[in-house]
T-cell receptor, first 116, second 114 residues
């Protein structure tokens, strides 16, 4: 079955470390997104990518970096510059940024990142 | 900037009864899309229902229906015959025509009482 796989499900980071969250999709979707979820704040967009080798900052990109070397993969790195990284991170994809606007996103199951 | 507001942080309903979750949004656009997503305890986001702004007819998906009031910028979700499996966080979301991102509300936690 097609879908989006996020790994790991739980991740612990020490202060000052960079960590990378994995997101892989086999839906042949063009666009991919990273959202951060905090209690009482809904979901906020970190980065998104419409095509391979191209990505744009979302609303809260500071302290994060991404790459899009393959259509299927959109990893997110949480750097030491991110001062409050403890959160739930959701990856999503959509068919095409023009055609799919009606259909919304398909989401992965998320990664819970905790700073220890 | 577009904003989405869900004014009910928590709601509860008896099993088999009907509940309505509220959502308002702020936009100057005329062409856009609205969504309700469900996030159960597994935290997997699931699309419940969607509405195109140019359609006057309210969307319906089985026990889920919306009341879309474009002039009032309101998009409420009605769940009929509530079931225990409906217990979840519900997020309202907006997407402007041609835009990349979905803008989410803060969410409403729905509890179903047996």
């Amino acid at each position: 079955d097609g879908g989006i796989t996020q790994s790991p499900k739980y991740l612990f980071r020490k202060e000052g470390q960079n960590v990378t969250l994995s997101c892989e999709q086999n839906l042949n979707h063009d666009a991919m997104y990273w959202y951060r979820q905090d209690p009482g704040q809904g979901l906020r967009l970190i980065y998104y990518s419409q095509i391979v080798n191209d990505f744009q900052k979302g609303d809260i990109a500071e302290g994060y970096s991404v790459s899009r070397e393959k259509k299927e993969s959109f990893p997110l790195t949480v750097t030491s510059a991110q001062k409050n990284p403890t959160a739930f991170y959701l990856c999503a994809s959509s068919i095409d940024h023009v055609r799919d606007r009606y259909y919304g996103y398909t989401f992965g199951s998320g990664t819970r990142l905790t700073v220890v | 900037a577009q904003t989405v507001t869900q004014s009910q942080p928590e709601m509860s309903v008896q099993e088999a009864e009907t509940v309505t979750l509220s959502c308002t949004y702020d936009t100057s656009e005329s062409d856009y899309y609205l969504f309700w997503y469900k996030q159960p305890p597994s935290r997997q986001m699931i699309l419940v229902i969607r509405q195109e702004a140019y359609k006057q007819q309210n969307a319906t998906e089985n026990r889920f229906s919306v009341n879309f009031q474009k002039a009032a910028k309101s998009f409420s979700l009605k769940i009929s015959d509530s079931q225990l499996g409906d217990a979840a966080m519900y997020f309202c979301a907006y997407r402007r025509q041609g835009a990349q991102k979905l803008v989410f509300g803060q969410g409403t936690r729905l509890t179903i009482n047996p």
